[in-house]
């Protein structure tokens, strides 16, 4: 089954036409790349994803639901307890001057009908589940290494239990040894709580390692899709090609 349904989606800056005609489904449980250079278009497609990005042309389901008809206060909420995103610095979209703990519990205290005691065994055991040790509660996010940070961001996306991630450029920032941590954690985590995944990153070896599923954008348009292991023998396209050479310049 698709829970996500993107038919046609085509979105402009101004004149600046930045998404065009964008087809793609992806499936319950899978973790589906979309990879691309830098302002293709990744970014965009998130935010309209997470109806961050209104103005759009197309239809985007999500559920089988149109999520632009996703209007009264209450399905609102519960569209953002079932979809989150993760960035690819957590720094700047977390508040700094709040506690690591607080940071977590806060979607808790604004979604769930929870005790003071059900909300910090909730925390204590999301810290546990993404490798970060209940020791940093009461730390600021500015104190933790930039591995742990990505944990962080990634217990406070998780804590509501969503069905579906986007992570955008979410190892990007990393070095190469702690992106692999961050990738395995990834995977684990979506078997243990079955997640579906929309995974985006501009190197696409990252992408090959963590996805099933990979779309390659060029400027604004899909140019090809293929399950991961047929576009890693045989893509199609030379843009693809292009960034295969790209990717394997940076290792
Ligand atoms: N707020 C904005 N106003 C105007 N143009 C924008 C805005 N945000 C992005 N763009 C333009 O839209 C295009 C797509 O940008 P987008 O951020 O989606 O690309 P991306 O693939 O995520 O790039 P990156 O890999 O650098 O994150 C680019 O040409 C960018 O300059
Ligand atoms: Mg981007």
């Known amino acids: 089954m698709n829970i996500v349904k993107v038919e046609n989606l085509s979105f402009s800056y101004k004149d600046n036409t ?8 992806i499936r319950e449980g899978e973790t589906f790349g ?15 994803l997470l109806k961050l990005l209104k103005n ?3 239809k985007i389901y999500f559920n089988d639901k149109d999520i632009y008809t996703i209007k009264k206060k209450k399905d609102v909420k519960e569209f953002y307890k079932d979809v989150q995103i ?3 610095d957590p720094y700047s979209s977390l508040d700094s001057k709040k506690r690591i703990g607080y940071l977590i519990e806060e979607p808790l205290l ?3 009908k929870m005790s003071k005691k059900e909300r910090n065994d909730k925390v204590d055991e999301i810290m546990e589940l993404v490798g970060l040790d209940i020791k940093y509660k009461n730390n600021f996010p500015h104190q933790l290494s930039g591995g742990l940070r990505q944990r962080l961001a990634i217990a406070i ?6 069905k579906f991630v986007v992570l955008d450029e979410c190892v990007s920032a990393l070095d190469i040894s702690i992106q692999a941590g961050i990738l395995n954690l990834l995977n684990e985590l979506k078997q243990k709580l079955n997640l579906t995944f929309l995974f985006i990153s501009h190197d696409l070896n990252v992408v090959g390692y963590i996805c099933d599923t990979i779309a390659v954008l060029n400027k604004g348009k899909i140019i ?13 396209d030379s ?9 394997y310049y940076e290792l």
Request: glycine share 6%; charged share 20%; with cysteine.
């Open 157 to 162: 996306a998780l804590v509501l239990n969503p």
């Open 34 to 48: 979309l990879v691309g250079d830098s302002g293709s278009g990744k970014s965009t497609i998130a935010l309209i």
């Open 18 to 25: 930045v998404l065009d005609n964008i087809c793609f489904n």
């Open 56 to 58: 759009y042309k197309g």
């Open 86 to 88: 993760v960035f690819q």
């Open 239 to 247: 843009y693809t090609k292009k960034l295969f050479n790209n990717s």
């Open 224 to 236: 090809e899709i293929q399950d991961t292991e047929n576009l890693f023998k045989n893509p199609i």
């Open 110 to 112: 604004i979604h769930e």
